[in-house]
């Protein structure tokens, strides 16, 4: 295993258990701990862990955006389940916008199947995936492009969107709080997403479970924008409480 590969593999861990021990690391990739202790260190000078005495934890920092081909092998199976319901409300003839989050990628597959459907995006593996698919449309807004998420931001991406009316957006983040709003960890991303919220009769917002009660950086747009959340286990009564009475639909894979 390369080297980059076995710190993608730590981060993945990292994410589903928020901390990890270098003796357990090292008897798992076959490794010296002084290997896995210069993967530690190799992260950490990228901010996105913090090491401990005899290991690490996950930064978290509100401003951390993990990189993409990280996060795409994150919560893959939970994501599927999201995108496979995400695609029983899409109907032929749409229009959509979709965002550059892992999770709205996963819909490729199922968009593919439908008929006459046009996909506004700003993710360079969207376009790829969606690439000759005989029934989409597939519109890039261009723009600046962002190497570590594969997406296009910047004032040329947000100013093509807004050149367009569609039936639905479908967006994730990187945290909700009931005080906050629904967050991002980069701004430019943040205003991409805005601008689809702006031009779309509907928005749906797809969350794993992770997502919920935590804080990031900026806000992308408040609930009232809203019209579905799509998530993967059941929310607290909190939650359900909350997006009842701001009028949101929660729906579960």
Same mark, same amino acid.
């Given at each position: 295993? !390369?080297a980059?590969?076995r710190?993608?593999e730590?981060?993945?861990i990292l994410q589903? @258990?928020? /901390?990890v021990?270098?003796s357990?690391?090292?008897?798992?990739?076959?490794?010296?701990?002084?290997?896995?202790?210069r993967?530690?260190e190799?992260?950490?000078?990228? %901010?996105l862990v913090?090491?401990t005495?005899?290991g690490a934890? !996950?930064? =978290? /920092?509100?401003?951390?955006? !993990?990189?993409f081909?990280v996060?795409?092998?994150?919560n893959?199976?939970?994501?599927k389940a999201i995108a496979?319901? $995400?695609?029983?409300?899409?109907?032929?003839?749409?229009?959509?916008?979709?965002? /550059? /989050?892992?999770?709205? !990628? @996963?819909?490729? =597959?199922h968009?593919k199947k439908?008929?006459?459907?046009?996909? *506004? &995006?700003?993710?360079?593996?969207m376009?790829l995936?969606?690439?000759?698919?005989?029934?989409?449309r597939?519109?890039?807004?261009?723009?600046d492009?962002r190497h570590?998420?594969l997406?296009?931001? %910047?004032?040329?991406? =947000?100013?093509?969107?807004?050149?367009?009316? $569609?039936?639905?957006?479908?967006?994730?983040?990187?945290?909700v709080n009931?005080?906050?709003?629904?967050?991002?960890?980069?701004?430019?991303?943040?205003?991409?997403?805005?601008?689809?919220?702006?031009?779309? @009769?509907?928005?749906?917002?797809?969350?794993d479970?992770?997502?919920?009660?935590r804080?990031?950086f900026?806000? *992308? &747009?408040?609930?009232?924008?809203?019209?579905?959340i799509?998530?993967?286990?059941?929310?607290?009564?909190?939650?359900?409480?909350?997006? @009842?009475?701001k %009028?949101i639909d929660?729906?579960?894979?």
């Amino acid at each position: 295993m !390369l080297a980059i590969e076995r710190r993608r593999e730590i981060m993945t861990i990292l994410q589903k @258990q928020k /901390s990890v021990l270098v003796s357990d690391l090292s008897k798992r990739f076959h490794v010296t701990e002084e290997t896995i202790r210069r993967d530690l260190e190799k992260l950490e000078r990228e %901010g996105l862990v913090k090491r401990t005495y005899g290991g690490a934890v !996950l930064s =978290e /920092s509100i401003s951390i955006d !993990l990189p993409f081909d990280v996060r795409e092998i994150t919560n893959i199976e939970e994501k599927k389940a999201i995108a496979s319901k $995400v695609s029983e409300f899409i109907e032929d003839g749409d229009t959509l916008m979709l965002d /550059s /989050s892992s999770t709205a !990628l @996963q819909l490729t =597959e199922h968009i593919k199947k439908k008929k006459n459907i046009t996909v *506004i &995006t700003n993710s360079v593996k969207m376009i790829l995936e969606l690439n000759g698919a005989e029934n989409v449309r597939v519109i890039c807004t261009g723009g600046d492009l962002r190497h570590s998420n594969l997406s296009f931001v %910047g004032y040329l991406s =947000e100013r093509a969107i807004r050149s367009y009316h $569609v039936d639905k957006a479908i967006i994730s983040c990187k945290a909700v709080n009931m005080e906050k709003g629904i967050l991002e960890s980069n701004d430019s991303e943040a205003y991409v997403k805005r601008a689809m919220v702006e031009r779309a @009769q509907k928005t749906y917002l797809l969350l794993d479970n992770s997502k919920f009660d935590r804080m990031s950086f900026i806000n *992308i &747009t408040e609930f009232d924008s809203i019209h579905a959340i799509f998530t993967d286990k059941k929310l607290s009564e909190n939650w359900e409480q909350f997006f @009842q009475e701001k %009028g949101i639909d929660i729906i579960y894979s």
